[in-house]
């Protein structure tokens, strides 16, 4: 007979959460990217004109996965090490007519993206052009052109965590995708004087060039590591109540373990499930939450001894890491626990049947006259 146990978890204070303790940490490593995005405004015969190429991606950078054998991921942090470079430049034309000048100017902002991350970068980089002039006269079609100017890098660095809903995105053995792209991303051109024959224009490139390594930095915690034993591991665990007497309900206690470390994250008994002759050998088993490394609970295993026999029973302790960081990264651990006892029936005195008495009676009362006649 197979009986189940769905045991109703009671939310304990065990000691110091798993979640709160100092976590190890393991990187992805850094990974290396290097991107441009460019943006161009043209202008005939006006003053000025502008042109956009929003959301430009830079890169799209693939960072390796957290290995869930190495414990329960707890945290992400992605770390940006970076600079952003500006360049722009621009030309103009004209026909016979006045002079003029050319110019031009840029500006953009930057985003990092990830699963549950996303960091922007404030204030926006602006570039302005050095800017060319047209001669007046009537000279026929001229042009020039300016540029190009580089502005000093713009150092762009950042960490960044993760959102905890989203740790289960950054656990496996492939890799996670991390963004860098510019949400915005403009030119503008200008003329001085749009007056003169028609065939007079202007324009501007600006371009944005960022460079640098990504890395995800995972915390983590060891797994609980549960056992019956306070000083190494012992999943199987045999409580023998040997041969007892009928009615006298003996008890033996046990206790359950996370084994000592401090890296490591709490445990949780989420159930039991007993077989065999669990009405004879019962447990009083609870689920808890949390139980801290190097911590330990007390139970006790009952033979109720109501009936005579040989009982034997089995209950199988399914337990987890505690319920802290990414789920998919907590791991089940099972316990067994083997019950044995042998009930005997109490021991009592056979009486004499009457018969018996009144027979040694005459012998007693025989032997007395036997030995008065001696006597005489």
Same mark, same amino acid.
């Given at each position: 007979m197979t009986r189940h146990f769905q045991l109703t978890a009671i939310a304990v204070l065990l000691g110091v959460s798993g979640i709160a303790q100092a976590a190890l940490t393991v990187t992805s490593g850094p990974v290396s990217f290097s991107g441009s995005a460019s943006v161009t405004a043209t202008g005939g015969q006006?003053?000025?004109?502008? +042109?956009?190429?929003?959301?430009?991606?830079?890169?799209?950078? $693939?960072? #390796?996965?957290?290995? %869930?054998?190495?414990?329960? *991921? &707890?945290?992400?942090?992605?770390?940006?090490?970076s600079n952003r470079t500006q360049?722009?430049?621009?030309?103009?034309?004209?026909?016979?007519?006045?002079?003029?000048?050319? +110019?031009?100017?840029?500006?953009?902002?930057?985003?990092?993206? $990830?699963? #549950?991350?996303?960091? %922007?970068?404030?204030?926006? *980089? &602006?570039?302005?052009?050095?800017?060319?002039?047209l001669a007046h006269g009537p000279t026929g079609p001229v042009n020039c052109g300016w540029g190009p100017n580089t502005a000093a890098a713009a150092t762009t660095d950042t960490t960044v965590g993760a959102d905890d809903q989203n740790l289960n995105d950054y656990?496996?053995?492939?890799?996670?995708?991390?963004?860098?792209?510019l949400p915005t991303l403009s030119a503008a051109t200008t003329m001085s004087s749009t007056a003169g024959q028609p065939g007079s224009g202007s324009s501007a490139t600006y371009k944005v060039d960022w460079a640098g390594s990504l890395q995800a930095n995972y915390s983590y915690l060891l797994h609980s590591l549960a056992s019956f034993d306070g000083s190494s591991t012992n999943n199987t665990l045999t409580l023998d109540f040997g041969t007892v007497a009928q009615n006298t309900g003996p008890t033996l206690s046990f206790s359950l373990f996370n084994l000592a470390d401090a890296d490591r994250?709490?445990?949780?008994?989420?159930?039991?499930?007993?077989?065999?002759?669990t009405g004879a050998l019962?447990?009083?088993?609870?689920?808890?939450?949390?139980?801290?490394?190097?911590?330990?609970?007390?139970?006790?295993?009952?033979?109720?001894?109501?009936?005579?026999?040989?009982?034997?029973?089995?209950?199988?302790?399914?337990?987890?890491?505690?319920?802290?960081?990414?789920?998919?990264?907590?791991?089940?651990?099972?316990?067994?626990?083997?019950?044995?006892?042998?009930?005997?029936?109490n021991v009592t005195a056979v009486p004499v049947p009457g018969a018996v008495w009144l027979f040694g009676s005459a012998l007693l009362g025989v032997l007395g006259m036997n030995r008065r006649k001696q006597t005489a």
């Open positions: 006006v003053a000025s004109a502008t +042109n956009s190429n929003n959301g430009a991606t830079i890169a799209n950078v $693939a960072l #390796g996965q957290f290995d %869930a054998a190495n414990g329960v *991921l &707890t945290g992400v942090d992605i770390q940006l090490t360049t722009i430049n621009g030309s103009g034309n004209k026909n016979n007519g006045p002079g003029r000048t050319v +110019n031009g100017s840029g500006t953009s902002n930057a985003l990092m993206s $990830a699963a #549950g991350v996303s960091a %922007a970068f404030a204030p926006n *980089l &602006t570039q302005a052009g050095s800017g060319c002039a656990v496996g053995g492939g890799s996670v995708n991390a963004s860098l792209s994250i709490g445990l949780d008994l989420d159930s039991v499930s007993g077989s065999g002759d019962t447990t009083n088993l609870t689920a808890f939450n949390d139980l801290a490394q190097g911590s330990s609970l007390a139970f006790v295993a009952n033979l109720l001894t109501s009936t005579t026999g040989v009982f034997s029973a089995q209950y199988l302790i399914n337990l987890s890491d505690a319920d802290f960081g990414a789920s998919s990264t907590r791991q089940n651990h099972q316990l067994t626990l083997n019950l044995v006892g042998n009930v005997v029936g």
